[in-house]
């Protein structure tokens, strides 16, 4: 199976984007994370992004604040997906980084979660994977009957608790 890959231009992302990791484990979906800055290091993230693909990476999940280059560049440098998560790491509340990987130019996609939206991320990267059915499919679909449950639950206390009233 295709394995995800998660790249952060700092390891201060990482406490956002450990989300990303625990959903993926969660899902037996194997994945790799790597710190890259696509200002201070961008022959690491060319070297990255090139590389991914030989490394059995299916999807790539980058997350960047502040300018947020980084889901751009690594996208400009392969054809897999990526999916940009925008840190909350500015005085702008992460808004920054939203606009600017939401705002990529037409010719180079990156999919765009919320800010510090790195579980979605992760969600929509075993989406992709799961596309031709099979065991993770199949996971993937006892996640949304469990989230369909768990709904139907609340619901339930909800009309509880206004019984009480």
């Known amino acids: ?11 201060s992302d990482w406490p956002v984007l450990e989300a990303a990791g625990e959903t993926l484990a969660a899902f037996g979906v194997e994945f790799e994370a790597a710190v890259a800055s696509a200002h201070r ?7 990255f992004a ?5 490394r059995g990476i299916g999807v790539i999940i980058a997350a960047a604040g502040a300018a947020a280059h980084l889901p751009g560049v690594v996208a400009s440098y392969t054809n897999l997906p ?6 909350n790491s500015t005085p ?4 920054d980084a939203l606009l600017s990987i939401a705002q990529m130019p037409a010719g180079i996609p990156v999919a765009c979660m919320a800010i ?3 579980k979605n991320a ?18 993937l679909n006892a996640y949304r009957a469990r989230l369909k449950e768990e709904a139907a639950g609340k619901t339930a206390k909800l009309k509880k608790r ?4």
């Open 1 to 11: 199976m295709l394995k995800v890959a998660i790249v952060m231009g700092s390891d």
């Open 41 to 47: 290091a961008p022959e690491l993230v060319r070297d």
């Open 50 to 54: 090139t590389g991914a693909k030989g």
């Open 82 to 87: 990526v999916i940009g998560v925008p840190v």
């Open 92 to 95: 702008l509340g992460g808004m």
């Open 116 to 118: 510090n939206g790195a």
């Open 122 to 139: 992760a969600l929509l990267a075993v989406e992709i994977l799961a596309v031709g059915g099979g065991p993770l499919a199949e996971k």
């Open 162 to 165: 206004l019984q009480e009233k």
